[in-house]
């Protein structure tokens, strides 16, 4: 089946350091992969997304790059500010199927000290 | 606000009673979903509706729980006869289908549900 494995948390860096989080699937077909956030006390909201092999998704300075043949999608960004501070969502969708429902890893919690 | 939007937000009952929530997608979305996500977990899907039809549900959907979307626009969401493994945020998500939209889902912020 379609499931999603990231790295568990929390993860805690300090101002403008760099920042990975590992993702990787196992999807049947090709399925799309997205990153959402959850900032404290709001709902998710999406990051960024790669719908084919060697796609980059990008947004406010977070990367990843659909590398189908290690089955990944890690998020990166250079430089993590205090605002950055959430718990993020690896996903994928596997347009396979009619539903198109999202099936999400654990998700990992960022701390980013000042 | 256009977004995705529930309620209640929170809501405290006792085992045993029954609970609906209710969930308004962004107007124009023709697809909703439901997710519930437990501590420590991502959301976990639970139901799917293409306008008033509800297309699949998870395995996670025990016959205690129902979900509607009568006119293709709201959805509510009844657990009867609660148990306190049902505690869990309860989200509801809508998209939009097309090539454009390439079926992003916009999530609300949730139903918490705490069962005693």
């Known amino acids: 089946g379609n499931s999603v494995t990231q790295m568990e948390g929390p993860v805690t860096l300090s101002e403008e350091a760099f920042l990975t989080i590992n993702c990787t699937y196992t999807?049947?077909?090709?399925?799309?992969l997205f990153w959402y956030v959850q900032y404290p006390g709001e709902g998710l909201q999406l990051l960024l997304k790669a719908t084919k092999a060697d796609d980059k998704g990008s947004n406010k300075g977070f990367e990843a790059t659909y590398r189908k043949e290690t089955t990944s999608f890690h998020l990166e960004k250079g430089s993590v500010q205090v605002s950055d501070s959430a718990v993020y969502f690896c996903?994928?969708?596997?347009?396979?199927?009619?539903?198109?429902?999202?099936?999400f890893g654990t998700g990992t919690l960022l701390a980013v000290q000042p | 606000d256009t977004g995705v939007s529930q309620d209640p937000r929170h809501k405290i009952t006792k085992r045993g009673q029954n609970v609906t929530f209710r969930c308004d997608p962004i107007s124009e979305h023709n697809r909703l979903y439901w997710y519930r996500q437990t501590l420590g977990q991502g959301p976990e899907f639970l139901t799917y509706f293409q306008n008033e039809a509800q297309l699949e549900k998870s395995r996670l959907l025990s016959d205690r729980f129902s979900a509607e979307r009568p006119k293709g626009s709201f959805s509510t969401l009844e657990i009867q006869r609660t148990e306190q493994g049902d505690s869990a945020m309860y989200l509801c998500?809508?998209?939009?289908?097309?090539?454009?939209?390439?079926?992003?889902?916009?999530f609300g912020p949730g139903t918490r549900l705490t069962v005693l």
């Open positions: 996903a994928l969708s596997n347009y396979g199927g009619a539903t198109n429902k999202l099936i």
């Open positions: 998500a809508s998209s939009l289908t097309g090539q454009r939209s390439y079926n992003e889902q916009f």
């Open positions: 999807a049947t077909g090709y399925p799309s």
